[in-house]
């Protein structure tokens, strides 16, 4: 595989695109990186989870951290589909919210580190939004 600087292509069989945001709101919350890994309370500075940097296409989250801070995250694409509303579940892999289509993990949820959550995600594969609350 050849990488082309100048042009930011890569000639090959992979190619690395970063995806850009339309929405960041990002509410008493700290993610790692731009638009996945690691979540933290902004408060405590406490994990409360971690989300898939590949596999969601939009995000509606709502918590409670243990230290009575409130948190919310909305993140989407310029390039995001308009989702389905289904009623099917996540599944739970593990500790992983993962699409019931393909398994593919979409986010974790720590469940020690936080009281409540409302969860709204969008899958990018299949396009469904699933919801989950505690």
Known sequence: MKIDLKND??????KIMARILKNKELVNTKLAT?????????????????LCYS?????ELKYKCNCGSHGRALLNFEDS???RNCNDALLTIKNRFCCPKDNDPLITILD?????YEIKI??????????KVK
Do not use: A, Q
Request: aromatic share 16%; charged share 20%; proline share 0%.
């Open 55 to 59: 596999t969601y296409d939009c995000l």
């Open 112 to 116: 020690k580190k936080v009281t409540n």
């Open 122 to 131: 969008t899958c990018k594969s299949c396009g469904n939004i699933y919801k």
């Open 81 to 83: 589909k308009t989702g």
């Open 9 to 14: 292509n890569i000639k090959g069989k992979y």
């Open 34 to 50: 731009n638009y996945g890994g690691w979540m933290y309370c902004d408060t405590c500075n406490e994990n409360i989870g971690y």
